[in-house]
Each structure stands twice: as C-alpha cells, then as structure tokens.
C-alpha cells in the first residue's frame, strides 16, 4: 500500500512540470543573483578613489609637507584620492553637483568643506586627522632632538602595521554566507506549499478524491503520511539540487561537517512541508488566504533572519531574543552557520532542538486535525 | 437485508436534513432513492458511507454496523459521486489503477480488473489521455470506472448522469444492468425520474429528509388516483361539450386550450374507451389522440403537491 | 462598466488576501528602513559610529593605557572573560564587532623598538573596525617615531606626548543648503525598499486577479458576449490600474507618516513621482507574469525571484557602492535598477535645477519604456493563448 500511494503521488507531483520547474529554479535563480550582487562585499580591492579638491592658496602652497602628502595619496593605481586643485569658488561649486566628497582649505588646523557626513568624508577626514597627528609628533621630536630629521623622514615611510588577524575558529567569520544560509532556509520553508496540498488532499470536506479516499479500506492517516512521503521526498531532492548547487556551483563553504549539513536540510524540509500541512488544516479558509499566510510568515521569518538587511538578525537577538528562536527560518540558518563557524555542537544541537520542537508542534497540530473521519458537513 | 437504515437525523443547525429516515436495501435489488434537490438523497448516502456524522440513528451494511473503521465493510463498497473525483495528474488508466488499488493490493488481479472495468465503461481508445481532454461523458465514464472496478458487493451511484449525452446516459443505465446482473446490489439515486423508472426494482421518494413513499414502480403508482392522461386534439369544441364531458364518471379533470383537450381520468379500466364513446357520440372532429400512464412526477406530485424537477 | 466591476469585485473578494500581503510587506519595509536608517549617521553632526569591542591586555602598563585611553575615542568596552566559547558566542551574536589582545610582553619589546603585533579577532565587513585599526595603527606608528628617535623615553612621558599629538582634529564645515537641513535618508531606504515590497504585492495580488478572469472557461464566455475584447481588456486594465494606485498610496502613506519631519519639500514630490512611475511598470510586470504562468505556486517562486533578486543586484539589500561593474550593467537591463538610481538620486538633491533633474526624468523614462514593452510582451502571449 505504501508503494502504490507513494508513487502515484509522485507521478502527480512530477507531471505539474510548471510547478516543479519554478519551485526548483527559483533558489537557483536567487543564488545567483546572491552571488552577483555579494561578489564584492568580503573583496577589499573593490575600493575606489576618492574625488576631492583643495583650495589652491598661499597656505596650501606653502605648507610642502602637506602637498606633498597629498599629491602622494593621489597617485599611482591604488591611489586613494583623486585630486583637483582649484579655487574656492571652483571647489564650492564641484562640492554642490557633488562632484567632490568635500574641499580642503589649509588653515590651523586643516579644515575641510563636506555637504554630507557619509563614508568617503569619513576617510577623507581621518587621512587629515593622521597627517596632522604625526605631523604633531614629528614637530615634538625634533624640538627634543633637532638632528633626527633625516632619518624621521625614513621612518615616516616605514609605517607599520600593528594588528593582525587572529581567527577565534577553525573558519573566518565569513558575512555572505549568511545570506546563502537564509536562502537555503526560505527554500525549505517553501516546502510549505507541498504540505498545503497533501493537507487539502485528505480532506473529504475540502476535497472530493478525500472522499474516495476516506471511502476506502485504507486507513486515512497512513495514506496522508504515505502521499506526505512523496511531497517530502521531492522536496528534499529540491533541496539538495540547491546545497550542490550552492557548493559545487558557487563556492559557498558549509565547514567539513557535511553530514550534518545534510541532516539540517532533512529537517529543515520536514519543517516546512509540515508547517504547510499545519496552517493548510488549522486555516479554513479559502486556498489563496492560505497562500498568503504561508507566503507572509516565510518572508517575514526571511527578513528577521538577515536575508534582506544582515543586521536584522542582530537587532532581533539583541533586542527581542525570543523571536530569533521562534522563526523556523532563523532556526535553520543558525544551524548551518553553527557548523560552518563553531567548533562545538552546542550551539547547533540548540538550535536543532527548537526545530525539531516545532516538527512535533506542526505534525501533532495537523494530525489533531485531519484524524476526523466523521464531518460535521461535506 | 444488505443495508439496513433505522431512524436516522441529521441536522444542520435548526434544517433538519434527514428526519428519522429508515429504509432497508436487498441483496440484488436496484434501489431507488429519489426525490427533488434539497431532499436530502446525497446527505443520505454520505451518511451511510460514514462520511457524515448524523445526530441520531443505527446503520447497518452486511449485517455489521458501519463505522469509518469498518475496513471490511469498505472493501466492498464502491462509489460513484457526484463530483467527478478524479486526478487531473493521472491517465484514465492511472486513475483506475490508483482506486482500484486502494482495494486490490494483488498486482496480476488488480490489472485484470482494470482492463475488465475499462472494457465495461468503452473507455479503451482513450486509455492514456488525461481527464482535461475528456468530453463530459467521457469523464462521467471514467468516474465510475473508479468506482467500480474492484467489483464490490454494493454500489452506490449519486446521481452518475448529470450532464451526459444521451448515447453515454443509456450505456451507464444499461452498465448498470449488467452490473446488477453480475450480483451486486445497488443504490441508485437522481432526480430523473426516467431513469429511476427504467431500472430501479425498487423506489424510495424523499422529500425534506422524510421517506414519503417506498415500493416498486407498480406499488407507487397504485398509490395515487390518478388515471391515464388523455390527450385529444380537436378542432372543435364547444363549452357545453366540455361539461358534458366533465360529468362522465372516472373524470378527474379535462381542460380545453390551443386546440388540445387533455382529460385527466382516474384509477380505472376503459377509460380511454368511454372516452372515445363520448367524441363519436358528440360527433366532435380530432386528429391526434394519446393515452400516457401516470409517471412518477405524477406520484410525487399527488403526493407533496410540487414536481420533481424544480 | 460591467467587466471593471467583477474585477473591483473580485478584488473586494480577495481583500483578506491583499490585506495580509501589504500588512506583512509594509511592515517589514517600515522595520528596514528604521534600522537601515538608524545604523547609516543619521545626525548632521560628524559623529563616528562607535563599535562594541573587548580590549584583553595581559598585561598592563602606561602604553596600554595609553592605547585604552585613545581608543575610547572609536570604541565602546565590553567586559568579556577570556574564554573561547565566550569569545566565539560574542561575535557571532555581534555583541562585539572587535577582539583585541594584547599578548605578555608586547610593552617591553615596543619600547625596545622590536616590531611585535597586538591580535585582533573580527566580524569581517564592519565599517567601524577599520577606525579602530587605523586608531591602534596611528597610535603606535606615532609611539615608534618617538620610540625610534627620541632614545630612553619613559612611558609616561610618551603617553603624554601621544596624547596632545592625537589631539588634533580636522576642522569639518558641513554645508547644507537650507536652514533645516533635511535628511532624506528613511525615504531613500523606504523608497527603495519598494522595489521589493510593492512589487510583491503587485505581483501576488494582480495574478490572484488575472488567474479568475483569464480563466479559459470564463475568457470563452466573455468572449462571445456583446462586449468588445479591447472594451474588456480596458476595463480590466483600467481595475488594475486601481488596484496599483490604491496599494502605491497605502505604502507611501505609511511612509510619509512615519517620517512626516523630513517629509515637506521637493525632494518628497519626486520620490512619489518616481514611485508612482515604478509602480506602473510593476504593474506591467505583474500583468506580464500572469499570462505566462497559470499554477500558484509557480507564481510565488517567480515573484520572489523577480523581486529578490532584482533587488540584491540593483541596490537595495546591497549598496550601490559594493556591486561590481558587471552586475550593475546587468542590472540595468531590469527597471529596478533605474528605480534604485533615481531615488538615490533624489535624496541627494538640494539644487532643483535642470542638469541635476534630468538624470531623474531619464531614468522615469526608462522604467516607463521597461512598463510599454513588458505590457506589450504580455498581450501578444495573451493573445496567442486566446485560441487554446
């Protein structure tokens, strides 16, 4: 009996080729416009050069080490700036069709002239700060020891760097793969859409083959679990398509637990498919309001969980905890980072936990529901 | 006694579906269950099958009570709806596998059944299309292949010709013969009263979820007055003709329009002659004349004063 | 009129639908674009974000006080013990952005001039980090130069010098236009964001209505009645139309209110024009969508990535600044993109003239060129699917 059902639920499934094809496409198609548009984020030579201007004066001019400065950070291919020297007037109007992040004016101190406070002002003002500040140092050390000029100016070109990198864990704390973790859980709770249909399709006052079903000698929860095999079953190679994808295809690292990857996904597929089956039973409305609630939760559970703004999932574990905890899509994400960035289970067999809790609270919430065999009205 | 009904009620809120209906089904018997919309015919069979939970009332298939559990009982009850319940995903070969197969585990005996079952509805040129592409009848064909396949004892048909052309219509009445003849018991139910007429041993009207008549096509229209309904047309009539007319005995009516006279006589023996005495009498002109017996609209009319057709 | 109103009541039918998607879509948009705005310096004070870091010396002395004392300028304290799991649940919950360690022995070898190095342990991407190491770097650079030329310098004395050397500041003018400088900054977001937000629910809510009345069965019927096909389609077009507008003024509505201060000047006007004009290609879109794919589920598949996606490589979950130029030349094959550089635009603006409007206009024409041909697309496959 399990066969039977089985396949031909798959033989349904399979043959609605517009939905499997989306289903199974639309994962894909985000990873890579992920890819595309996450390409540059970790890439620190994505930097380009600053547009700035400085007033050309006689405290300009006569202040050489400034210039000088200047002229060196503005030239060469890794330059920071690019400079234009030009009146005041000039600069202000460049400054006002935002031509330039801002205008220096050489006085005491430097000052410089910005329209807004956004990055490159920011770097524009600490490469000021910086020169101004060693030139500080400069003046105090050659008031204590004249002589040291020479070999000041070698030093001045030596410069250090003091902080390296240290890695708390085995991998590096790594920003994108967040969201390609947020999208493998979307993708997982979309399953919920498979779970919506087995739930109709059992329910006689909902659907007229649950009545031929419900007529026949075979017990209706083992043909809801059988044909609920079926839906979890594609599902799931749904899935994995999108985890080879992601890895083989992309590049996206998962860390080396690659077993326990696969049983996150598992999960998290049952997950979803059986939160469709939960809300398709409990909601007795019409289909399309069903849809919504489905649509709503994921994509809200999508939002907190950092898909769309990464911070998202911090503002929400540092404001209002609970709730990282109860959105399954924050669970699953979590779980697969927990494996990626941690040495240890804890943190991953925690979050596994909460999941699996909600299993039992879909699965048990939609066999309440479907077990009635008798209906009040058909 | 196949299936037996004692006071069953349904109520839906304060409608009463079905009020205290009892009926009793015998093996081999086509029963009929008739009655307008709304009468409560389908609610019936969905009780009876389990599927409907009712308030009050015992229900017995096979000598067993019948419980949603009931496997055994189920396993010989097939089912033709209303609602065409078939997968759209699935040939019709497929559809009838999948049902036949929710009651036939064997492989080599579940395939024989299916061919026999698409042999019996003519469905074989039109194995491997999908139901989309099937005319109405076509569809109604495949929705009792379903039914039926397994070949169980009891068969409940719900009203299977609706919507169907009139070649499709008289195969799925005489299918139904056959399948009788073959020795299951059936159920039948419409609103067609043609057809109950034409192969229902056994008739039962319903009307507002109570049993007004139950017996054979015979016993039921022994059950009214009413006689022949005889049909003159003439060209000629006068008033006084007319009430002449009126006064013969076993006349329950006669109305003269459009050239038509019909005369509604009643229960008994040579009325179309008395009839026939009176025009030669008068000298009255015809051209057509036609005798019909009382149908079962006629039944359901006399007895709850409104058609079954509504 | 009878087509426009089974669509007005089709609409009204579903209204719980639309309801829940512009509920869930609106308030989502509100929530981002209060955090987005509050993460970018929202103040027209030049203040630097501060980060949370751990500073964990093991050891102490002047210079490293010295260090503190200076970082105190980019950096918050947070206590942490020293311990790996802590260190680990610390940034991966972001409580800190930033682990610094001083190790045993790093004061002596400095003082010596010995080229030793403090470990830092990041989240990586953090903007405010880099303060922190150019904050550490200048210091110690600047320590060295003293270290290195002015021999035997105590401690104390270097840390005093450091302390006046880091003193100076830039002096910062920051011009703005009006007197009350407003900040477009929550619009900017907010209208952005509408990429996603309003062009889901154009999308689920429209082909919630075009699945009903391009039903074959009901399009066979309409189709022999009395009623011209180009009548019916206007009409329908017509009901879309409404349907566009209504949800465009839900969402804008919210917007304004939420943000009602900066919401009084010339720059709002564009932000509803150029909305306004997104909103009618996204109905084009939805429009475009609908004829092609008849299954529900394929619908939420395809409007999620026709959103999502557009939006990652258009601008608007990623900044502008951090996609590559290859992307963004693919980008601007979809409106979104020009939607995305209009708004941007528009919050800049503070000079109303025309050299600076017209790269608004020609990126509104663009979004309605992408409106005419996906609408056109749309009727000639509807058109080929009439004779199914």
Known sequence: MFAHIFINRLKCLLRDRETIFWTMMFPLLLAVFFNMALLNVNNDEMFKAIDIAVVDDSSYQSDRHFKAALDEASKGD??????????????????????????????????LVVNKSGINQAIVKSFIDSYMQTASSVNSILFEKPNAQQELVSSLNERQQYVKEVSATNAEPNNVLNYFYTLIAMACMYGCFFGMREASDIQADISPLAARVNISPVHKLKAFIYSFCASLILHLFEIFILLMFLRFVLGVDFGPKTGYVILTSVLGSITGVSFGAFVSAIVKKSENIKIAILLGVSMTGSFLAGMMYQNMKYIVAQNVPVLSYLNPVNLLTDAFYSLYYYDTFSRYALNIGFLCIFIVVFSFGTYLIIRRRKYASL | MIIKVKNLVKRYGDLIALDHLSLSVNEGEVFGLLGPNGSGKTTAINCILSLLKYDKGEIEIFGQPMTPDAYNIKRDIGIVMQNVAVYNELTVYENIDYFCGLYVQDKKLRKKLVDEAIDFVELSEFTKFYPKKLSGGLLRRLNIAC?????????ILDEPTVAVDPQSRNRILEGILELNRQGATIIYTSHYMEEVEQICSRIMILDKGKAIATGTKDELKAMISMGEKITVETYSLSEEQLSRLRRLPNIASAEYKNQTLEIKSNKGQHNLETILEFIKKEGIRFGKIYSEMPTLNDVFLEITGKGLRD | MQVFKLCLKVLKKNKATMLIYIVVFLVVSLIMSSAMTKDEQADNLFIQKKSNIAFISQENSPLIDGLKNELEKVANFVELPDEKEALQDALYFRSVSYILRIPKGFTESFMKGENVQLEKTTVPDSLSNTYIDLCIDNYLNNARLYVQHVGDISQESLVLHLKSDLSVNTSVELKTKSDKAQNHIYANYFFNYMAYSLLSVLILGMTALMLVFYDNNLRRRNACSPVSARSMNLQFILASLLFTVFTWMIMVIFCLLYNLDNSFNLNTVYFLINSL???????????????????????????????LGLCFISGVFVPVEFLGDSVLRIASFTPTYWFVNANNRIAELTEFNFSNIEPILSCMLIQLGFALAFFVVALVISKRRRFE
């Not at chain 2, 039914?147 to 068969?155: N, R, T, V, W």
């Open chain 1, 78 to 111: 890794g330059r920071l700036f690019n400079l234009t020297v030009t009146s005041k007037d000039n600069a202000d109007e460049l400054l006002n069709e935002n031509k330039i992040a801002g205008y220096i004016v050489v006085e005491e101190p430097i000052k």
């Open chain 3, 277 to 307: 004009v997104f909103a009618v290609c996204g109905a084009s879109i939805s429009f475009l969508i609908g004829n092609l794919v008849k299954s529900a589920n394929a619908i939420s598949a395809i409007s999620n990535v026709v959103t």
């Open chain 2, 147 to 155: 039914g039926i396949a397994h070949k169980p004892k009891l068969i």
